[in-house]
């Protein structure tokens, strides 16, 4: 049974995740309500077509140590695999329902991503390498995400084994394809944004 300590990690760990970022330095640097601009998204693609670089780097630093950091803390506290990957899935399901928007929020992508780098480091610069190559060919940040979430499960399967870093690997791929339904309907009808297209 989990010890208060556990259990104690994981809700901690929902509470940052929920943090919304990209809400709160849109508002911060231009009084926007960056959910009712573009795709309505808090997540960094939709602040960098918004709001512009400087806006959706804040929001990608935020994003990524509100998995990064929880996880790391779980890891220094001695937390087995099984309580590692629980904080981990807690910061990305806040951040994808968050308790401060009412359950609404992000997809995931970033703080999934921010978790991986602590929790398998080596599977995560996999992940960034493939990003980075199907961003640059395609030019959509939501294939990139969805590509690289499909690519990473297997590559930490034979790292680490089946084990609780896998099951997160695949609960977290499962969640980035519910998050983007409706970016892949555009990608196939070819109504998706372009990294540095502007607009709504």
Partial sequence: MPGLQDLSLVFIAYLIGSIPFGLLISRAVGRVDIRQHGSGNIGTANVLRIMGKRAAALTLVGDLLKGFLPVLAALLLGGSEFLVAGVGMAAVLGHNWSIYLRFTGGKGVATSFGVLVA??????????????????????????????????????????????????????????????????????????????????
């Avoid at 960034?128 to 190559?133: H, K, M, T, Y």
């Avoid at 940040?141 to 099951?167: N, R």
């Avoid at 339904?181 to 540095?196: L, M, P, S, W, Y």
């Fill in 119 to 200: 929790m398998t480091p080596l599977p995560a610069l996999f992940g960034l390498l493939v990003w980075i190559a199907v961003l640059l060919v395609f030019r959509y940040t939501s294939l990139a995400a969805l590509t690289t979430s499909v690519c990473i499960s297997p590559v930490i399967y034979f790292s680490t084994g089946f084990g609780p870093y896998f099951v997160f690997s695949l609960v977290a791929a499962l969640l980035i394809f519910i998050r983007h339904q409706d970016n892949i309907k555009r990608i196939f009808a070819g109504t998706e944004h372009r990294v540095g297209q502007r607009g709504p």
